[in-house]
């Protein structure tokens, strides 16, 4: 199985930066693409950033995080990161890790961003 462990999460005044980390251990095979998605209370879970493992390392983002966030992914440590500048409110939500490879889909266990004042 794999495992997804997410960390970087917390409270933030708008405005601020946080930086979002994921590791991806046990049986990780080939891996297609890694990203982060978030779930606000109350709302569907929706794509957030996405990074292609092969390839050109294609990167994805949603467009209310153009330009905001960053996505990047360490194909030796099997890791991504998410860093995130110029939090808003609404960027409020549980951001899940996700693994896309050989072996289907994988969730991490979500980590809370909050950006309050």
């Known amino acids: 199985q794999v495992q997804l462990v997410e960390s970087g999460g917390g409270l933030v005044q708008p405005g601020g930066s946080l930086r979002l980390s994921c590791a991806a251990s046990?049986?990780?095979?080939?891996?297609?693409?890694m990203g982060w998605y978030r779930q606000a209370p109350g709302k569907e879970r929706e794509f957030v950033a996405g990074?292609?493992?092969?390839?050109?390392?294609?990167?994805n983002y949603a467009d209310a995080v153009k330009g905001r966030f960053t996505i990047s992914g360490d194909n030796a440590k099997n890791t991504v990161d998410l860093q995130m500048n110029d939090l808003k409110s609404e960027d409020t939500a549980v951001y899940y890790c996700?693994?896309?490879?050989?072996?289907?889909?994988?969730w991490g266990q979500g980590t809370q961003v909050t950006v309050s004042s």
């Open positions: 046990g049986r990780v095979s080939s891996i297609y693409t």
């Open positions: 996700n693994l896309y490879g050989i072996g289907g889909t994988n």
């Open positions: 990074v292609a493992w092969i390839g050109s390392r294609t990167t």
